[in-house]
C-alpha cells in the first residue's frame, strides 16, 4: 500500500503561483512514477503531469508545458507541481497518484494510477 497525502492549494490571481505537494508513505519502492491530475466541477479528471520515481523521466499535458514544472525529492518522499503564470481555466482540485504500472505508457490513463491522495483545491481568480 502506499499513501498519498497533497498540500499547497489555495486561492491566487491570474498570474501567479503556486506550488503543490504529494507526500507518499508505505511501499514506495513499488511506485514506478507519480502524476498529478486535475479535475474541475463536472468534469473528467485529466491528466498534468508525471514523473518517475527512481530514474529521469518528466511529461507534462500541452496545456501545462511551460507554466508547471514536476520534481522530486526521493529523500522526502515528496513531488512537487510548481505552477506559474497560472489562468481561471487552471482552477481545478488537483490530485496526485501513484502507479506501479510504466508511467511513460499509461501516465494519461487515470484507471492505470492505484493509488490517489484526497486532492487539493486550486482557485484562479480572473
Request: proline content about 2%.
Amino acid at each position: 500500500q502506499v499513501q498519498l497525502v497533497e498540500s499547497g492549494g489555495g486561492l491566487v490571481q491570474a498570474g501567479g503561483s503556486l506550488t503543490l505537494s504529494c507526500g507518499a508513505s508505505g511501499r514506495t519502492a513499488s511506485m514506478d512514477g507519480v502524476g498529478w491530475f486535475r479535475q474541475a466541477p463536472g468534469k473528467e479528471r485529466h491528466f498534468v503531469a508525471a514523473i518517475r520515481w527512481t530514474i529521469p523521466g518528466t511529461y507534462y499535458a500541452d496545456s501545462v508545458k511551460g507554466r508547471f514544472t514536476i520534481s522530486r525529492d526521493n529523500a522526502k518522499n515528496t513531488v512537487y507541481l510548481q505552477m506559474n503564470s497560472l489562468q481561471p481555466d487552471d482552477t481545478a482540485v488537483y490530485y496526485c497518484g501513484a502507479t506501479k504500472y510504466s508511467i511513460a505508457d499509461h501516465r494519461l490513463d487515470h484507471r492505470f494510477y492505484d493509488y490517489w491522495g484526497q486532492g487539493t483545491q486550486v482557485t484562479v481568480s480572473s
